[in-house]
Structure formats: structure tokens, C-alpha cells
């Protein structure tokens, strides 16, 4: 699968959103391959996540989020499924999941439901280990510092913002992948 193609297809008409979306995937895509290579008893598929990892953020171009030159009509919370669904279409189901199930530390129905969040009613929580892979190493790289890597204090203060719930997701992110 060439997952280059599959962002020439829809991003190669906004070169600066392109050229954020490839830099800030590569740092995860590259993170996520290290984490593996610490823990050579997974069995983990190394190109599926390379793929996945730089496919992860595919629907920021359906957002709104003009500081990283995404000018979608939806709200960014919504980037996961919105790329997920964008996946599917592509024939790609497992990516799909990786995409829809990112964002934070994974996002439960719950607390779709508490803060009325624009997103279908369904559980996003990370469930495999490459999905959890990813979702971590993401937490590490921001699409508005490209080439930065984010302090891991300001990581907890920005996830124990969403709840306990995330936060403890986080650990175990953090048992998992450290």
C-alpha cells in the first residue's frame, strides 16, 4: 500500500496542509517504529504501522484549523472519524480504526455523550497494540510546532485537562509503550 498516494490524492492541492500532515505523521510514524524496535517480543506488524502511523490524521483537511491551514467546515474533535471513514472508502478497514481511534488518549462514549461532542456515539479508544502504538506516539508531536517534540509534562497537564479516565488511559500508554 502506498500510503503517499493516498495523501497526494487528497492533499496534493494544499501543499502547506500536505507538508504539515507528512512532517507531523513521519515524527509519529518514526516514533512509533522505535517503540517497537524496544520491544522485539511484539508481534507487531512494523509496515502496517508505519502506514497507519502516517494515515493517522487524514481527515484534518475536512476541519476547520486555519492556524495549520486546514479550512473544512467541521470541527476538528471530528478529524478521527471523519479520516476513518475516508479510509474505509479507500478499502483500507484497519487503518480506518487507527485513524477513528487516536485522538487523546481514545475517546468513550461517555464522554461523547457528557460534553456533547460532534462525533457519532461509539466507543475511540485505542484497542490493539499498534492502535495504542500510534496513539501514543502522537501525543508526542504537535501539528502547529512541526519538528518539535512535546515536553511529557505538558503531555499529562494537557490529557489530565479531559479527566481522570484519560489519564489513566494515559498510563497505561506510557506502561505500555516506555
Known amino acids: 500500500m502506498d500510503y503517499n498516494a493516498i495523501i497526494d490524492k487528497y492533499y496534493g492541492n494544499v501543499p502547506e496542509l500536505r507538508h504539515i500532515l ?3 505523521s513521519r515524527q509519529v510514524a518514526d516514533r512509533a517504529l522505535r517503540i517497537i524496535d524496544k520491544h522485539p517480543k511484539w508481534d507487531v506488524d512494523r509496515q502496517f504501522v508505519e502506514e497507519a502511523a502516517m494515515l493517522h490524521d ?3 483537511i475536512f476541519c476547520d484549523a486555519p492556524k495549520i491551514h486546514c479550512h473544512g467546515s467541521h470541527k476538528y474533535i471530528e478529524h478521527g472519524y ?3 471513514e475516508l479510509l474505509r472508502q479507500e478499502g483500507l478497514p484497519k487503518h480506518a480504526l487507527v485513524a477513528e481511534r487516536h485522538t487523546g488518549t481514545g ?4 464522554q461523547i455523550v457528557r460534553e456533547e ?3 457519532p456515539e461509539r466507543d ?3 484497542q490493539s497494540l499498534e492502535e495504542k502504538i500510534i496513539c501514543y506516539a502522537d501525543k508526542f508531536y ?3 510546532h512541526l519538528g518539535e517534540e512535546v515536553d511529557i509534562n505538558k503531555i499529562k497537564y494537557n490529557i489530565w485537562k479531559y479527566g481522570h479516565e484519560a489519564f489513566v ?6 506502561a505500555l509503550c516506555e
Open 169 to 174: 488511559r494515559w498510563n497505561e500508554l506510557c
Open 142 to 144: 504537535s501539528k502547529s
Open 22 to 24: 507528512v512532517t507531523h
Open 117 to 119: 461532542l460532534p462525533i
Open 82 to 84: 471523519l479520516g476513518a
Open 124 to 126: 475511540y479508544c485505542p
Open 58 to 60: 487524514i481527515g484534518i
Open 107 to 110: 475517546i468513550t462514549i461517555e
